[in-house]
């Protein structure tokens, strides 16, 4: 049995605020008993003809939406075309449910202007300094061929960039903060250069967790914004833990001097406490990723991961790289980026130089859309991940939505 409080609240840091509600029921005073949360779940859905284009004349009873399997009833049923929304269906209140009657708290007016809120997230740890001039001129590219009038956008950074541009209808505070972004992301050099410990070369994980915890809190925000499209622009060059590992432990790499052999000791192969960190390396990283995921899935926001390297080649990494190593690396942490996008219905753009017609493709796949919104007929707060499909009955049309959502963790 639960309780039914659903809480929107105000973004400190984004400046958005949202409605607060309390749904309550009646029970017999000698036995009182709390409901659980009703939540209404919403999604963006994207469908496309077999020529790409978004098709605009579908009904709620030509969607199908299913959750962990079980068929879902559509309570609302939103259209966004061109940036104007038409509501065809409204949602009903919430199913109610035996409880205590609670006061209701007074509503705040919920701002209901139909629009996208648009997250640059520039993860200035995991970019090196020398691609500084080229994620300023991202910032400039976005700003022409993505952002546009009624767009609510903001910006923060991960690092020392200290990036904080609250919500606001102004592109040209946007703009303006790009002027501030410094890439810090360690060299393959410096990664050499470091320290090993069980947890991998320097600090590489503890960057990871300091931009993955800062993603976690906004996009935690973010679940408390309604009629919105939110999406995130991800700026990074993407994530590896291990990397470079065959140069790193080859005993032919390591400098010579005073603690030479003792390192070499340190770094063999049969030494467990060194394997630990490349054992691990991938499994640690995928959690992080995947807790991401889920996060800006409870969100309803969605990913697009854009890698400010370009069309990578190779690059100089003096003495102690070969090509092989270099495009291995690439390839992992490209992987990354297009595994976060992905799994929240975005693309990565990676491996692509023309960004503006990229960030064209994000406003075309963020400007046209529907939003479905259900009460879950799962009652089970312990089965925190639910698995979401969703498909028209229209021949010919492909569903593009988010594929997954999950409950907050209790812990």
Excluded: C, W
Excluded at 179 to 208: C, H, N, W, Y
Aim: charged share 20%; aromatic share 8%.
């Amino acid at each position: 049995m639960a309780s039914g409080i659903v809480t929107k609240g105000a973004l400190a840091a984004l400046g958005l605020v949202t409605a607060v509600s309390l749904t309550t029921a009646q029970a017999p005073p000698q036995a009182p008993t709390f409901r659980a949360g009703v939540t209404l779940v919403t999604t963006d859905v994207i469908p496309r003809d077999g020529g790409g284009r978004f098709v605009s004349d579908l009904t709620r009873d030509d969607f199908t939406v299913l959750e962990d399997g079980v068929r879902q009833e559509i309570a609302s049923f939103s259209l966004v075309h061109g940036g104007r929304t038409f509501t065809l269906v409204a949602p009903p209140p919430p199913p109610v449910a035996e409880g205590i009657i609670l006061p209701a708290s007074p509503r705040r007016p919920i701002d209901a202007t139909a629009g996208r809120l648009i997250l640059i997230f520039v993860d200035d740890l995991h970019f090196e300094a020398e691609y500084t001039p080229h994620v300023r001129r991202l910032i400039e590219t976005l700003s022409t061929n993505l952002l546009h009038d009624g767009d609510m956008m903001a910006m923060i950074s991960s690092g020392p960039s200290s990036i904080e541009v609250p919500a606001t209808y102004d592109r040209k505070m946007v703009v303006a903060a790009a002027s501030k972004i410094r890439g810090s992301g360690v060299t393959a050099t410096e990664i050499f250069q470091s320290l090993e410990s069980s947890q991998g070369p320097g600090d590489l994980r503890q960057r990871a967790r300091t931009a993955f915890f800062a993603a976690y809190d906004f996009l935690g925000e973010l679940e408390q914004v309604q009629n919105k499209r939110k999406v995130v622009i991800y700026i990074s060059t993407g994530y590896d833990f291990d990397p470079y590992a065959l140069a790193r432990f080859s005993k032919d790499r390591i400098m010579g001097g005073r603690f030479a052999d003792n390192l070499r000791h340190l770094i063999d192969e049969e030494n467990p406490y060194y394997r630990l960190g490349t054992v691990s390396a991938d499994v640690d990283l995928y959690a992080l990723m995947r807790e991401l995921t889920l996060t800006a899935n409870r969100a309803n926001a969605t990913l697009f991961t854009v890698d400010p390297r370009g069309l990578a080649g190779v690059v100089d990494a003096g003495q102690y790289l070969d090509q092989s190593e270099i495009r291995t690396f690439l390839q992992k942490t490209q992987s990354s980026l297009r595994f976060m996008a992905e799994e929240t219905g975005g693309f990565a753009v990676v491996n692509a130089n023309d960004f503006a017609t990229e960030f064209k493709r994000i406003d075309a796949q963020t400007s046209d859309y529907y939003v479905i919104g259900y009460y879950s007929s799962n009652p089970d707060p312990t089965q925190r991940v639910r698995e979401l499909e969703i498909t028209t009955t229209r021949p010919g049309v492909e569903v593009q939505s988010r594929r997954a959502y999950s409950l907050k963790s209790t812990r």
